[in-house]
């Protein structure tokens, strides 16, 4: 959420320098205001810059996009505000108030409000939530993504702000996995120490296992990350006994089905907070 605000607003500030030029030319255009208007714009076209560049949410190689779309907005915010020094001069008369306030103030706060409110609502996620998992999906030196997914109320939120203002602190928890097949029934298993198989028999992991088959009858196999502090589960179900496509990612509490979810790579992760 965070994250396409930011890029949102990107693009946000590449419409606007346009839209401000084009202004510029129109009859009746209060040029003194709208060269107020500009240099705001300047001013937040360093901050989403800056903010591109801070690691508050990982851009990783979109950075190479939207490094040129910034340096785009400025240069025509820059010309903009040539032109209308330039008109001011050959005029006397510029001032028609045609901008309202209304409209001055609005047009002021907009990348403020696309920023703000997603950022306000993800570091509240992050202060309140139960458990942090931390997902990170790399193919090969090339790409390394991460995903967070906060659980808040009970319920999985997908987050990307990763810069937390305050210092909430953490434990590092450990998770319990089980490995579904499909037979004529459900089979259950985990791993000891020495990764051998060792079959498992535990009612409320079967019926987290019947519920998500019900779901997507064509898997065959799943697997289940259980977190036993707060009695969450998240299962993966696959085309096959234990490798192939994954079908689909589903979120449980207290054995009971609440969502849909989808992580990217693997569970590198768990913060768990008291």
């Not at 089905?257 to 790579?265: A, F, M, P, W």
Request: aromatic share 16%; proline share 2%.
């Amino acid at each position: 959420m965070l994250k396409s605000a930011i890029y949102c607003n990107v693009f946000i500030l590449l419409i606007m320098s346009i839209f401000f030029l084009t202004r510029i030319f129109m009859k009746n255009s209060d040029l003194k205001k709208l060269r107020k208007l500009i240099i705001i714009y300047i001013i937040f076209n360093f901050i989403s810059f800056y903010l591109c560049g801070s690691e508050i949410v990982d851009i990783g190689w979109d950075f190479i996009f939207l490094f040129p779309i910034s340096i785009i907005s400025f240069i025509i915010h820059i010309v903009s505000i040539c032109c209308i020094n330039r008109k001011i001069k050959k005029s006397n008369n510029t001032d028609y108030n045609i901008l309202s306030i209304k409209k001055y103030i609005i047009l002021s706060i907009i990348p403020v409000i696309v920023f703000i409110i997603p950022y306000v609502y993800e570091l509240y996620v992050i202060n309140n939530c139960n458990y942090l998992l931390k997902y990170n999906y790399q193919t090969g030196i090339i790409q390394s993504d991460d995903t967070y997914i906060a659980i808040i109320n009970n319920k999985p939120v997908t987050i990307t702000l990763q810069k937390n203002l305050f210092n909430r602190k953490g434990f590092s928890a450990k998770k319990l996995n089980y490995n579904i097949i499909y037979t004529n029934g459900v089979e259950i298993s985990t791993r000891d120490s020495s990764y051998n198989k060792i079959i498992v028999e535990n009612e409320d992991i079967k019926k987290i296992a019947l519920d998500a088959k019900e779901r997507c009858p064509s898997a065959r196999g799943a697997f289940i990350d259980y977190f036993s502090e707060g009695n969450y589960a998240i299962i993966v179900l696959m085309l096959e006994e234990t490798y192939g496509s994954q079908l689909g990612e589903y979120f449980y509490y207290d054995n009971t089905y609440i969502q849909s979810i989808n992580t990217h790579g693997s569970l590198e992760s768990i913060t768990y907070y008291k």
